[in-house]
């Protein structure tokens, strides 16, 4: 198995839509739907971050976990703006929302252990 797609140029995938970046997600994990399965469960993760087909980063949960601020260092790093993709098994809908989950997005620590692949 293995990842099937390309990441874009950061200025390539500034250009798109947002309804076409989504689009362009839900492919990408349409058609390598079964290697995602496989790196979640390799790594136990419920994030991860895709470039070239390599995982470059993950996180073992959601909460208070974010990759956002990462992205530039990521596009710098690579060259390519990376995809995130999140682990489903990890996904719950709560009627009262929980305070802090929205922060993976919108918040990063790099205390999070067993964030970047070597």
């Known amino acids: 198995m293995k990842f099937v797609g390309e990441n874009l140029l950061p200025e390539e995938y500034q250009s798109l839509s947002l309804d076409d970046r989504a689009a362009l997600q839900w492919r990408l994990k349409k058609r390598s739907r079964e290697w995602l399965k496989e ?62 989950h929205g922060a993976f997005l919108n918040g990063y620590s790099e205390k999070d252990e067993g964030l970047y692949e070597k």
Do not use: H, M, Y
């Open 39 to 100: 790196q979640f469960a390799k790594r136990k993760s419920a994030w991860i971050v895709v470039v070239d087909g390599q995982v470059i980063a993950f996180g073992k949960t959601l909460s208070n976990r974010s990759v956002a601020p990462q992205v530039r260092k990521f596009c710098k790093t690579t060259g390519k703006f990376p995809f995130i993709f999140v682990n489903n098994e990890f996904i719950v809908i709560e009627e009262n929302p929980v305070p802090g």
